[in-house]
């Protein structure tokens, strides 16, 4: 079956830690170098994230002009390797503060950063973002953060669910990066949860994550606004596809701590993949997180269900990336899914999909009873 995840006993994660000693224990992503624009150096946060970047041995780059420039090599995997290996620190544009809406998962999208230091093989931003997949991290978080309050009271995707309309309008946060992986370096996730939980309104942030460095979120005063939810998989895909983040162990003790600070928490299963022994895998792991969540209460649990899907574009960009990937891309393994707009990508034939929902939700019901399935895709 794999190497399956087993978190640790429970006395171990109750171990007491402060918020600095979870973070030495987590994994970091650690760039090599830092950007940074005039106009992000002219703002406070923009100069403190400088200086956390510089504090992990960070080459400090300070750039003549507002265009991040510099970045390309020899070779497209060279260009990705220096990429991967940075960390910028911009303004966000006009364009990216007006939000979009993120169907099935929230009203609102919103972005502290773009960008992922984490070498997924089957990464769903290649192809999405232009130019190299360099991590930028925006400095006007203060205006980023207030540009939120005008979207109160809107949406159309939870906030007009009958399902969901108890969360208040819902903001997701960074789709286009992995907050948390970035976290040590920027602080805005921490501010966005206290942004949230001073916030009397009925809203929720929300963000998914791969990583564990939950310890500077532990104290911060969400009043439950914020629900974190740890992105999980069979232990062959996350072993054989998701380097650079943290273990399923490690991501499963994140959850617990998360949650007995009184977070909502939650699951996002992706992509979820057929491999074999799959349903020997997602079983052990789903029994794993019940282990995890022994003793809590009211974690509030909710589970995201996503399948694997690319397009044409995507994958060239895969395997220019990832060239010795054994990630299935094969077209004639799926069938096409079109959009109004005439773009389409490959996902699993009806069958596989119709087989593998059926399953997902039985075992969910057997292992977690108390978790809400908010959609599967």
Same mark, same amino acid.
């Given at each position: 079956m794999g190497t399956a995840c087993h978190p640790l006993p429970m006395e171990t994660v109750e171990a007491p830690s402060t918020p600095d000693k979870l973070l030495a224990e987590s994994r970091l992503w650690r760039p090599r170098r830092v950007y940074i624009t005039p106009d992000a150096f002219?703002?406070?946060?923009?100069r403190l994230m400088l200086e956390r970047a510089?504090?992990?041995?960070?080459?400090?780059?300070?750039? +003549?002009?507002?265009?991040?420039? @510099?970045?390309? *090599?020899?070779?497209?995997?060279?260009?990705?390797?220096?990429? $991967?290996?940075?960390? *910028?620190?911009v303004i966000a544009p006009p364009g990216a503060r007006k939000l979009q809406p993120i169907p099935p998962s929230a009203d609102w999208q919103f972005h502290l950063a773009q960008g992922c230091p984490a070498?997924?093989?089957?990464?769903?931003?290649? @192809?999405?973002?232009?130019?190299?997949?360099?991590?930028?991290?925006?400095?006007n978080l203060p205006d980023i953060l207030n540009g939120l309050r005008e979207y109160e009271g809107t949406g159309k995707v939870t906030s007009a669910s009958?399902?969901? *309309?108890?969360?208040?309008?819902? !903001?997701?946060?960074?789709?286009?990066?992995?907050?948390?992986?970035?976290?040590?370096?920027?602080?805005?996730?921490?501010?966005?949860?206290? !942004?949230?939980?001073?916030w009397?309104?009925?809203?929720?942030?929300?963000?998914?994550? $791969?990583?564990?460095?939950? @310890?500077?979120?532990?104290? #911060?005063?969400?009043?439950?606004?914020?629900?974190?939810? !740890?992105?999980?998989?069979? *232990?062959? #895909?996350s072993r054989d596809f998701e380097g650079g983040t943290a273990n399923p162990a490690q991501r499963l003790r994140a959850l617990r701590r998360m949650a007995r600070a009184g977070y909502p928490v939650g699951l996002t299963v992706a992509p979820i993949m057929?491999?074999?022994?799959?349903?020997?895998?997602?079983?052990q792991l789903f029994h794993d997180v019940a282990v995890a969540l022994q003793g809590v209460t009211d974690p509030d649990l909710t589970v995201e269900l996503i399948t694997h899907r690319f397009t044409p574009g995507s994958k060239d960009v895969l395997l220019g990336w990832y060239p010795k990937t054994t990630l299935d891309l094969e077209e004639a393994n799926r069938t096409e899914k079109r959009?109004?707009? @005439?773009?389409? +990508? =490959? #996902? =699993?034939? $009806?069958?596989?999909?119709?087989?593998m929902r059926a399953w997902f939700q039985d075992s969910i019901a057997e292992h977690l009873p108390g978790a809400r399935i908010l959609y599967w895709t």
């Open positions: 002219s703002m406070p946060h923009g510089e504090s992990f041995g960070a080459e400090v780059i300070r750039l +003549k002009s507002n265009r991040l420039m @510099g970045l390309n *090599a020899e070779t497209e995997q060279k260009t990705y390797a220096l990429a $991967k290996t940075s960390f *910028a620190i070498p997924c093989q089957y990464c769903y931003l290649a @192809g999405s973002l232009s130019g190299p997949p360099i991590t930028r991290a925006y400095a009958r399902d969901r *309309a108890h969360e208040g309008t819902t !903001f997701e946060a960074s789709c286009y990066t992995d907050p948390l992986g970035i976290e040590h370096l920027t602080g805005a996730l921490a501010e966005s949860v206290r !942004f949230f939980g001073q009397e309104a009925p809203v929720q942030l929300r963000f998914t994550t $791969k990583f564990d460095a939950v @310890g500077p979120l532990l104290g #911060v005063d969400h009043q439950r606004r914020t629900r974190v939810r !740890f992105s999980v998989n069979a *232990a062959a #895909v057929p491999v074999q022994g799959w349903r020997e895998q997602y079983g959009n109004k707009f @005439g773009g389409f +990508k =490959y #996902v =699993y034939p $009806k069958d596989s999909m119709a087989e």
